[in-house]
């Protein structure tokens, strides 16, 4: 063999072993990327799945909605009828006042003998305001404390201790 088979030989080798570098850092590359494929392949599905599931919830929120709305608008209706009637009653009220009020005779003797008794006591209780606020010396009030108790002592509930003779000055 001569020496320019031998170096073409020397080149076929170093291109193939660069090749074989290329294809290994290539066949990394696309592994990556496979590897991220498919996690925004999973990331689409999770993303599908969480609209769907907003899809849902807004229907319910509308059904639930809707139902509020009727049984809102039936409530409504109920109490305007309620207000008619009750208005219908309001205006025939007078007359039946009309005919009760000989009945109330009794009863207004009764209120005047109690509105009587309050013009008393709003004229006594005036009296006595106007007393207390007179400024003269004689008319001052005066007080006497309670006398002040000992605080029990937090284990006195805990333990049942006899302390007059700790009191005292005597010893256990």
Same mark, same amino acid.
């Given at each position: 063999?001569?020496?320019?088979?031998?170096?073409?030989?020397?080149?076929?080798?170093?291109?193939?072993?660069?090749?074989?570098?290329?294809?290994?850092?290539?066949?990394?590359?696309?592994?990556?990327?496979?590897? +991220?494929?498919?996690?925004?392949?999973?990331?689409?599905?999770?993303?599908?799945?969480?609209?769907?599931?907003?899809?849902?919830?807004?229907?319910?929120?509308?059904?639930?909605?809707?139902?509020?709305?009727?049984?809102?608008?039936?409530?409504?209706?109920?109490?305007?009828?309620?207000?008619?009637?009750?208005?219908?009653?309001?205006?025939?009220?007078?007359?039946? +006042?009309?005919?009760?009020?000989?009945?109330?005779?009794?009863?207004?003797?009764?209120?005047?003998?109690?509105?009587?008794?309050?013009?008393?006591?709003?004229?006594?209780?005036? +009296?006595?305001? +106007?007393?207390?606020?007179?400024?003269?010396?004689?008319?001052?009030?005066?007080?006497?404390?309670?006398?002040?108790?000992?605080?029990?002592?937090?284990?006195?509930?805990?333990?049942?201790?006899?302390?007059?003779?700790?009191?005292?000055?005597?010893?256990?």
């Amino acid at each position: 063999m001569s020496i320019i088979a031998i170096g073409m030989n020397l080149m076929l080798a170093g291109l193939l072993t660069a090749a074989l570098l290329m294809g290994y850092r290539l066949n990394a590359r696309l592994k990556a990327l496979r590897d +991220s494929h498919e996690g925004f392949a999973k990331a689409v599905g999770e993303l599908d799945a969480a609209a769907a599931r907003a899809e849902q919830g807004l229907a319910d929120l509308r059904a639930a909605t809707d139902e509020a709305h009727d049984a809102l608008a039936d409530r409504i209706a109920k109490a305007r009828e309620l207000t008619a009637k009750l208005d219908r009653q309001l205006q025939g009220a007078p007359q039946v +006042s009309a005919r009760v009020e000989p009945m109330r005779g009794r009863e207004r003797e009764r209120e005047d003998l109690e509105l009587g008794d309050v013009e008393r006591v709003t004229h006594r209780l005036g +009296s006595l305001l +106007s007393a207390a606020r007179d400024p003269r010396p004689d008319r001052t009030v005066r007080r006497e404390l309670a006398p002040v108790r000992e605080r029990p002592r937090f284990d006195d509930d805990l333990f049942d201790i006899d302390d007059e003779p700790m009191r005292a000055g005597g010893r256990r």
